[in-house]
Nanobody, 126 residues
Framework: VQLVESGGGLVQSGGSLRLSCTASGYRYGYSYQMAWFRQVPGKEREGVAAIDSAGYTLYSDSVKGRFTISQDNAKNTLYLQMNSLKPEDTAMYYC????????????????????WGQGTQVTVSS
């Protein structure tokens, strides 16, 4: 299973970016969980947004109302639309996957996820 992120870059505060995560060797089954995490050096990996096979979404308070997670099952691709970006959103962003159900309270925790991408850097300038 490979997850490959793309779409990161440098953007000014208030701008937008859309991240993509394409999965290969991983078929969306009847029950799965996908998520976006981010990490800055010296800090723990932080859950940003999650989505399950039913399309139920979950967001961290820090991005709620600004970020939108979505998926295109036909393309095996996960997206993260990021609007109204702030300098504190600067981080390496990772997508993660688990081919089974995760309890809601754990969906923004990194431990339950089996597969990870290599990350894409997002830098927001002030």
């Amino acid at each position: 299973v490979q997850l490959v992120e793309s779409g990161g870059g440098l953007v000014q505060s208030g701008g937008s970016l859309r991240l993509s995560c394409t999965a290969s060797g991983y078929r969306y089954g009847y029950s799965y969980q996908m998520a976006w995490f981010r990490q800055v050096p010296g800090k723990e990996r932080e859950g940003v947004a999650a989505i399950d096979s039913a399309g139920y979404t979950l967001y961290s308070d820090s991005v709620k109302g600004r970020f939108t997670i979505s998926q295109d099952n036909a393309k095996n691709t996960l997206y993260l639309q990021m609007n109204s970006l702030k300098p504190e959103d600067t981080a390496m962003y990772y997508c993660a996957a688990k081919p089974s159900w995760i309890p809601g309270a754990q969906r923004l925790q990194p431990q339950p996820y089996n597969y990870w991408g290599q990350g894409t850097q997002v830098t927001v300038s002030s």
